[in-house]
């Protein structure tokens, strides 16, 4: 059993790793968030784990909430990785209508 949940190891680099929630899953547009600690260190990133699992839970507590919570730079982030998970499920499906269209729509 991992005794530091959020974290784990891959080529002696550490990082951390936590599942979104699933009442978030459709407005965060993924199931987990892993990220670089950049360090090999495993004290360092025990500490940074746990200070960035915290931040997550706040930041998933205040989407709960509602967005006027949220400071501009969070609503900005959150709404570009959205308008991107859209343009690229828009994308997908103009290009599967594309190679499906046929002689006479040419």
């Known amino acids: 059993m991992n005794s530091t949940p959020y974290l784990i190891c891959r080529d002696g680099i550490y990082y951390f790793r936590k599942v979104c929630p699933k009442d978030l899953l459709p407005f965060l547009g993924r199931q987990e968030i892993t990220k670089s600690l950049r360090t090999a260190s495993i004290h360092l990133a025990k500490r940074l784990a746990l200070t960035m699992a915290t931040d997550l839970e706040n930041l998933f507590e205040q989407l709960r909430q509602g967005l006027g919570l949220l400071k501009p730079k969070q609503v900005d982030l959150l709404?570009?990785?959205f308008y991107q998970q859209q343009i690229q499920a828009l994308t997908?499906?103009?290009?599967e209508e594309f190679e499906d269209r046929t002689v006479e729509e040419e």
Request: no cysteine; aromatic share 0%.
């Open 92 to 95: 997908k499906e103009a290009l």
């Open 79 to 81: 709404a570009s990785h």
